[in-house]
């Protein structure tokens, strides 16, 4: 059922949200292969990034793919950056963590303003979600507007938080709610 559930593919302005694929290796290997990319992102998205490491993710063994939303951006047919929400458990099962990344070929067009705008209130209600959240390094500028734009409210700074290549960083957190989003209960 999981699979079905998110087996979807929803379509925006310009882009297809939809699940990765196999044959999505050399375009996602070619976007995600920029140290400008991976700067700004968990080191799960490691640099540089390999076909190994295509395959690994593609595969399930970095994300999982099948019970949780991880979709392949596409722009013009091609897979060129990824957007996935990751389910609290227990008490906070009420609530994702989402996160995003997107080739440099397309930065500066309003894409994943527009990706987020599609994204959130399809999470939210596929995973009958009251909370969804985005951390954001204090070195990316970019994607806290993103959030902004799509009526996030940063909600505070987690201060020194993370190492990223030997630098100390803090986490900006941004949050919407469902009665934000103006969902149904």
Known sequence: MEQARFGV???GDGFVLRPWRVQDL???VRHANDEQVSRAVSDRFPYPYTREDGQAFLSG???DLSSQPVFAIEIDGEACGGIRARPGAGERACGAEFGYWLGRDHWGRGVMT????????????TLSLHRLYA?????????????????????????????KRGRLHDLRVFARTRQALELDP
Not at 139 to 155: C, I, Q, T
Request: net charge neutral.
């Open 9 to 11: 593919a929803i379509e």
């Open 135 to 163: 951390t954001v390094l204090d070195n990316n500028p970019a994607s806290a507007a993103v959030l902004l734009r799509n009526g996030f409210v940063e909600e505070g700074t987690q201060r020194c938080a993370v190492i």
């Open 114 to 125: 527009r990706v987020v705008a599609r994204f959130a209130p399809w999470a939210m209600r």
């Open 26 to 28: 050399e375009s996602l």
């Open 61 to 63: 063994k970095v994300e």
